[in-house]
């Protein structure tokens, strides 16, 4: 019979949303025999590197990392032939893991993805869930095939979201949270064979892209409650920005007013004014109130803080 100490697995993550997977199944006594993660990253004025989370996870367990430049060169291969595991976890990695690697294993190769497959498939399903005002996601584990986020279905549990104001930082923690759980439920049912595989609804995919520093910018022709949702969506990155005196902008938190005074109506887009004691933006629909926000090469700050450095940001425009 088959025990969790006895089923050789390699894990492949990158980022914190994967920490708690890896943590839940070192917690049931999977035996981990290597994690593959992203190569450390220059990072900051000074380019120190800095090691993946789940390379420093791993290392304080004494577990293998592998760190590929590339996943597809033919040494990588050849060294997963080596370790020779039962099943591959694949966690928000971040490379298209080649065929030649996930059907090594006699398990398979099984993906946790954040959203309800076949909706939401590619890089960034958290951040469309939020900028399409979404009320529901959830995580899906699949088996990997060819195809990014094409496999075949093993489990899925939904995730209701409890309120409209909901941030990428929150939910990312809250579907770690649930892949994690989803997993562990899961791997004793499929290890055991108690699990038929369930194709995907082609028809009804929908796709995410890789979000890029430019899709932050913000257009203020759009509505308040969608620059919202950006704003939720983009923080901590690309962030939600603007241009102000050359400069940029980032809106680390705002709120969507749906009306506003008719009489600031033909103000031109992206006018920041004073209404009510708030500081707001002129939008395509309604206005955005700031509550905080930083000014390139500044620290994060509320917006009574900005404005006892920047008096004459009321009446300014943002581009």
């Known amino acids: 019979m088959l025990t969790n100490n006895n089923i050789k697995i390699?894990?492949?993550?990158?980022?914190?949303?994967?920490?708690?997977?890896?943590?839940?199944?070192?917690?049931n006594n999977y035996k981990i025999i290597?994690?593959?993660?992203?190569?450390?990253?220059?990072?900051?004025?000074k380019q120190i590197l800095k090691s993946p989370p789940v390379k420093i996870e791993a290392e304080k367990n004494n577990i293998l990392v592998l760190q590929p430049e590339r996943i597809r060169e033919q040494k990588w291969i050849e060294k997963i032939k080596e370790l020779n595991p039962d099943l591959i976890v694949v966690c928000a990695y971040g490379q298209i893991i080649p065929k030649e690697i996930f059907n090594i294993p006699k398990f398979g190769s099984i993906n946790i993805h954040p959203s309800l497959l076949p909706k939401y498939r590619g890089a960034s399903p958290i951040q469309y869930t939020i900028l399409n005002?979404?009320?529901?996601?959830?995580?899906?584990?699949?088996?990997?095939?060819?195809e990014i986020d094409h496999g075949p279905i093993l489990s899925s549990a939904k995730y209701q979201i409890p309120n409209s104001k909901i941030t990428y930082v929150e939910l990312n923690r809250k579907l770690a949270e649930l892949g994690a759980q989803l997993l562990i439920e899961t791997l004793p049912k499929w290890l055991n064979k108690e699990i038929i595989p369930q194709e995907q609804?082609?028809?009804?995919?929908?796709?995410?892209?890789?979000?890029?520093?430019e899709d932050g910018k913000?257009?203020?022709?759009?509505?308040?409650?969608?620059?919202?949702?950006?704003?939720?969506?983009?923080n901590p990155w690309p962030g939600a920005y603007s241009i102000l005196d050359g400069k940029i902008l980032k809106i680390l938190e705002g709120e969507a007013i749906k009306e506003m005074d008719k009489s600031?109506?033909?103000?031109?887009?992206?006018?920041i004014f004073k209404a009510n004691?708030?500081?707001?933006?002129?939008?395509?629909?309604?206005?955005?109130?700031?509550?905080?926000l930083q000014l390139e090469g500044k620290k994060p700050m509320n917006i009574k803080t900005f404005l006892n450095g920047y008096s004459r940001f009321i009446g300014s425009t943002l581009k």
């Open 264 to 271: 600031l109506e033909n103000l031109p887009l992206g006018t």
């Open 218 to 234: 913000i257009d203020w022709s759009e509505s308040a409650e969608k620059i919202d949702a950006k704003i939720r969506a983009f």
């Open 10 to 27: 390699i894990f492949m993550g990158t980022p914190e949303f994967a920490i708690p997977s890896l943590k839940s199944l070192l917690e």
């Open 34 to 45: 290597a994690v593959i993660t992203a190569p450390d990253k220059a990072v900051g004025r």
């Open 277 to 292: 004691n708030d500081i707001l933006i002129k939008c395509g629909s309604g206005a955005l109130k700031i509550k905080n």
């Open 201 to 213: 609804n082609h028809r009804q995919a929908t796709f995410t892209k890789i979000i890029k520093k």
């Open 133 to 146: 005002n979404e009320t529901e996601t959830g995580v899906t584990l699949i088996l990997l095939d060819e």
